[in-house]
């Protein structure tokens, strides 16, 4: 049998004519070849994401700039004020990184960026992201769902949780010298939520490898939940019996709930939350109105029947 040898970068191609290409080759006798002679460099390495299907639904909205989704950023371990981590997230080191998939599972395992965005075809997804703070913007996110990462791990029936856990690591990540927060930063979903084909683990955005200020190497993202939940560089991904403690739970639990559905009807106890502004608008310029699960009610409601949403905020 004849074998490939080597094949051009000209083969970097998107998902789907990669997969009729594989089946060509299946058809011609030649046997499968691996992704890794197609992707020879890391992800990591480059700048631009290779290969992606681009997203079907445009929310109808306005991207908002590259320039501000990477200057303007909420990532305490850099310092508090919006500029901090486009200035210091640069000192992080996330090359090797990898990721432990852990806890009530039946097969544990860790994985590097690589092998994780194997897992299932990178897709781009429009999304807005909302901050509790009461500011927003519209992300041209590229990722995997999570639903692809905890299905290899093979969940247990104990397993009613999921806890994210990011990384301490001082030296590289300058507002960790401050107590502000308890580090590593820590996050979590209900199963459910986290099984949820809307929520992904994102590994770029504007077609780019993700930048650090923005989570590099990888990050979750919850499109209907407040942009806390979406934590940052995460090391460890672990199923648990209990609902975790997390970060700004631990921090101010009067404040900021478990779950954070978006909500324009349960206000912070220190602003409300029916409306919002849209980073890059004019100061002068309307604020939006809030929607509920910030628009993607349609999708997920049903995971919060019967539940009071006052109560679990
Ligand atoms: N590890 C970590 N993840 C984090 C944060 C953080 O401080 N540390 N901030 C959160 C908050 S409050 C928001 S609004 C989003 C902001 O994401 P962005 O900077 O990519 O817009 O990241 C979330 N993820
Ligand atoms: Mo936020």
């Not at 789907?16 to 060509?24: D, V």
């Not at 990540?173 to 996050?187: A, H, S, T």
């Not at 992904?200 to 407040?226: C, E």
Request: hydrophobic letters at 40%.
């Amino acid at each position: 049998m004849r074998k490939i040898k080597s094949i051009p970068s000209s083969a970097i191609t998107p998902e789907f004519i990669f997969h009729e290409r594989r089946e060509f080759i299946k058809k011609l006798g030649l046997g499968s070849i691996s992704l890794s002679i197609l992707s020879s460099k890391s992800l990591l390495a480059l700048s631009t994401i290779p290969s992606f299907t681009q997203a079907k639904d445009s929310l109808n909205q306005k991207l908002t700039s590259y320039k501000d989704i990477t200057t303007y950023n909420n990532y305490y371990e850099f310092g508090t004020s919006k500029s901090d981590p486009y200035e210091h997230a640069e000192n992080l080191n996330i090359d090797p990184w990898s990721i432990q998939v852990i806890g009530a599972v039946n097969k544990p395992f860790t994985m590097s960026i690589d092998e994780l965005v194997k897992l299932a075809p990178l897709e781009e997804r429009i999304y807005s992201l909302r901050c509790v703070e009461g500011w927003s913007m519209v992300i041209p996110w590229i990722g995997i769902p999570l639903n692809a990462l905890l299905k290899r791990a093979s969940i247990t029936n104990n397993a009613k949780f999921v806890e994210f856990i990011s990384l301490k690591r001082p030296s590289e990540m300058v507002g960790q010298k401050d107590n502000i927060l308890d580090w590593p930063y820590r996050e979590g979903l209900r199963i459910d939520e986290a099984m949820h084909p809307l929520t992904i683990l994102a590994v770029g955005l504007y077609g780019k490898v993700l930048p650090k200020q923005n989570g590099a190497p990888l990050r979750l993202v919850v499109p209907w939940k407040y942009g806390f939940k979406s934590i940052k560089a995460i090391t460890q991904i672990k199923m648990v019996e209990k609902i975790p403690l997390t970060t700004w739970v631990k921090a101010n639990p009067k404040e900021y709930g478990f779950y954070s559905n978006v909500n324009p009807s349960v206000d912070h106890l220190r602003w409300t939350q029916a409306t919002e502004r849209r980073i890059g608008e004019s100061l002068l310029s309307p604020r939006l109105k809030t929607q509920m699960f910030n628009g993607y009610a349609n999708e997920v409601a049903h995971l919060y029947q019967g539940m009071d949403l006052n109560r679990n905020f």
